[in-house]
Nanobody
Framework: QVQLVESGGGLVQAGGSLRLSCAAS????????MGWFRQAPGKEREFVAA????????YYAESVKGRFTISRDNAKNTVYLQMNSLKPEDTAVYYC????????????????WGQGTQVTVSS
């Protein structure tokens, strides 16, 4: 069992930055690939970024490449999402998830989810 708690969301102006954190409980954090997804009102949850178990490989949605950076610290059981050059279209609830699967971009393959943190970008 893995419990995930996100933090770091808030209101920011376009062009600004935020850093999201996702703290995981349990001693098996390093057994899971970790991902960030987001869901805007009226839309489905979509993939944002993911990092493999040891942090060696990362993946990004095209819409955030070059602006967002995912990282993890297995000693602290935490995964981060650094978001720079934020745009109004980045406004959403951001969720972190944990998956034992190789298909890190697929929502359905994630076993555990956090409660989400709201990110609002004003124009």
């Amino acid at each position: 069992q893995v419990q995930l708690v996100e933090s770091g969301g808030g209101l920011v102006q376009a062009g600004g930055s935020l850093r999201l954190s996702c703290a995981a409980s349990g001693r098996t954090f390093s057994s899971y690939a970790m991902g960030w997804f987001r869901q805007a009102p009226g839309k489905e949850r979509e993939f944002v970024a993911a990092v493999r178990r040891r942090g060696g490989s990362t993946y990004y949605a095209e819409s955030v490449k070059g602006r967002f950076t995912i990282s993890r610290d297995n000693a602290k059981n935490t995964v981060y999402l650094q978001m720079n050059s934020l745009k109004p279209e980045d406004t959403a609830v951001y969720y972190c998830g944990a998956t034992p699967a190789a298909g890190v971009v697929f929502t359905s393959l994630y076993d555990y989810w956090g409660q989400g943190t709201q990110v609002t970008v004003s124009s």
